[in-house]
């Protein structure tokens, strides 16, 4: 039978690439067919660079051609790898910054027990307070309290459709949007993960979320100097940190190290602020006393020490641990002395938050790779 090009492409329909369930014709896989006498030159492009496959591809050709129109004919087949674009992939913009998200606050501490969660919920309502839009990440994945402090513990997030793509959407509480690992966890169950599970579950939170637009996104950290503070870092760039500390020795040791691990060369995420909880005690029948019950001043002179700026005290007041029980921030108390403390404090912040903005570059989320069994963080 003649060499003929359309005869040729006619047979071609009948030949499939392996794993692609169309003819090579009809997927589109044959580019070219050139028929000089009694040569036949084929191009081909396929999706993948099996060996196997692309060997298949050129014998099913030859035999076809023998077969069907010369036994003597000369055939060459020219394959090209060309694999198809991917779906875009949620984890791709990780170390990015999250469109619509303008400035992402870590609230860490050093050690446990320092009110740093306490610290985070009324930061949050008094930003919302003062008409910002407002998120809070709880990432202290072994101890999140965000949804009884904002009284969303039966609360679960729904799944939405945004441009194609199944997101979380936070949960919302005093006008704060919220997610926290204590959402998809039964209140008395233990999470018991290392950290490439905590990981994990803090990156779809941060990226299969529906944050939407918001002037602070706040997140609470787990206490010290870990995984978890570097999973953070490393997927996203923070704006700035603000460390929570109470006014003892031994938490200030903790605290100091915490500032200096946000301030390390390898790191470089800019310090806004210290706060001092549970600074003094001042009981209801004596209001002109303070008691300081765990040292005076620590904080505030850790931050001179430290050269970054203290951004104010939160007294020991039994309404602020009742608020937190109750599901209801003490900063919404109306008139109350504690909305005081935290508009005062949250000012503050703002003002480092601007300052920071003015006059330093933007963050970079840092690179984390594992060597000698250890994890390097490196810029």
């Not at 030949?15 to 084929?42: D, L, Q, R, W, Y």
């Not at 209001?287 to 430290?306: C, H, M, S």
């Not at 104010?312 to 309404?319: A, F, M, N, T």
């Amino acid at each position: 039978m003649k060499l003929d090009k359309n005869e040729i492409l006619k047979a071609l329909e009948t030949i499939t690439i392996a794993g692609e369930g169309k003819s090579m014709v009809e997927s589109g896989a044959v580019k070219n067919i050139v028929v000089f006498g009694n040569e036949v030159v084929i191009d081909l492009t396929i999706a993948t660079p099996a060996m196997h496959i692309k060997k298949r591809a050129e014998d099913d050709i030859k035999k076809l051609i023998h077969e069907q129109f010369s036994p003597d004919a000369v055939v060459k087949v020219n394959i090209k790898v060309e694999a198809p674009e991917k779906a875009a992939n949620p984890n791709e913009i990780k170390g990015k910054a999250i469109p619509g998200i303008k400035n992402i606050i870590a609230v860490a501490s050093g050690k446990g027990g320092v009110g740093k969660s306490t610290v985070t919920a009324n930061l949050a309502v008094t930003l919302a307070k003062m008409g910002f839009n407002v998120g809070v990440l709880d990432a202290d994945i072994y101890g999140p309290s965000m949804p009884i402090m904002f009284d969303v513990e039966s609360e679960k997030p729904i799944s939405i459709t945004v441009d194609g793509r199944s997101k979380m959407k936070p949960i919302e509480s005093y006008e704060v949007k919220i997610l926290s690992i204590g959402f998809f966890t039964a209140p008395s169950q233990a999470v018991i993960w290392r950290g490439p599970m905590a990981s994990k579950a803090l990156n779809q939170m941060i990226f299969d979320a529906d944050w939407g637009e918001l002037d602070f996104m706040l997140i609470d950290l787990p206490p010290g100097t870990g995984d978890i503070h570097l999973s953070i870092m490393q997927s996203l760039p923070i704006t700035g940190a603000v460390v929570v500390s109470t006014p003892q020795a031994v938490a200030l040791a903790d605290a100091k190290k915490g500032v200096s691990m946000f301030l390390s060369d390898s790191i470089n995420v800019p310090v806004l602020g210290i706060i001092e909880n549970m600074a003094y005690f001042t009981p209801e029948e004596l209001p002109n006393n303070k008691y300081y019950i765990f040292g005076k001043e620590g904080a505030k002179n850790l931050a001179a020490d430290l050269q970054v700026p203290f951004l104010g005290e939160v007294p020991i007041v039994q309404s602020i641990r009742e608020a937190g029980d109750y599901g209801r921030p003490a900063a919404m108390q109306t008139g109350s002395v504690i909305e005081g403390v935290f508009e005062e404090i949250t000012r503050n912040v703002v003002e480092e938050v601007v300052k920071r903005n003015e006059n330093l570059p933007a963050t970079e989320a840092i690179k984390i790779t594992t060597m000698a069994g250890c994890s390097a963080v490196k810029k």
